[in-house]
């Protein structure tokens, strides 16, 4: 169990639907990350919080969304679901500028 | 922007073999950190390195700097089954954004 948690873990949903991904983070990590992998690619930064603020945002498509709370949970929200968007969703949480710790992934599927 | 390029993207390696995977950035690094992710499983961190030139060893692993802070190598002497997964190499830019590269998957042969 690296400390972050991540559900769920898999998640099968047909294309035009909206899907809610949730992270708890490492206690102590103000940081949350999302990622991207699809089968044999590398990792695709989404988008990261700080303290329940939006610090930087990478290649994130305008379907999709993400919110950190006060108890520093975040969510991402992927709305008008496509084929394409199947794929792992990893959420990581960092303190400082150290390494990333990551959660075990929710694995998309859309139908 | 900073992209992180890394080498080779596939690695077949027999067991026993040493075996090296590089790791190169457009830009100067404030660090770089490694990471390895198992088949069917999550990142996982494994070291980070902040110096120039900075020399880190963990086992059979020796991760290595480079001298102008854009480039890094994982090197990986007498592989075992265990070895198997992706390396990933992760650049940490001024702005303090990481940017992962491609990743070098390793399979071993027994």
């Known amino acids: 169990d690296s400390g972050v948690t991540q559900t769920p873990k898999h998640l099968i949903t047909a294309t035009g639907q909206r899907v809610t991904l949730r992270c708890s983070p490492r206690?102590?990590?103000?940081?949350v990350y999302w990622y991207q992998q699809s089968l044999d690619q590398g990792l695709q930064f989404l988008i990261q919080y700080y303290n329940g603020e939006e610090r930087a945002k990478g290649n994130i498509l305008e379907r999709f969304s993400a919110q950190q709370f006060p108890d520093l949970h975040s969510e991402l929200n992927l709305s008008s679901l496509e084929l394409g968007d199947s794929a792992l969703y990893f959420c990581?949480?960092?303190?400082?500028?150290?390494?990333?710790?990551f959660g075990s992934g929710t694995r998309l599927t859309v139908v | 922007g900073q992209q992180v390029m890394q080498i080779p993207q596939y690695q077949h390696v027999q067991e026993g073999e040493d075996f090296t995977t590089y790791c190169n950035s457009s830009?100067?690094?404030?660090?770089i950190q490694w990471y390895k992710q198992r088949p069917g499983g999550h990142p996982v961190f494994l070291i980070q390195l902040v110096k120039s030139g900075e020399v880190k060893k963990q086992k059979r692993l020796t991760f290595q700097f480079g001298e102008a802070k854009k480039n890094s190598s994982l090197h990986i002497t007498a592989t075992q089954t265990t070895d198997v997964g992706t390396y990933f190499c992760?650049?940490?830019?001024?702005?303090?954004?990481?940017?992962f590269g491609a990743g070098t998957t390793v399979t071993v042969r027994a």
């Open positions: 830009t100067t690094l404030s660090n």
């Open positions: 206690s102590g990590d103000l940081s």
């Open positions: 990581a949480s960092s303190v400082g500028s150290g390494g990333y710790t």
């Open positions: 992760a650049g940490r830019s001024n702005d303090y954004k990481l940017s």
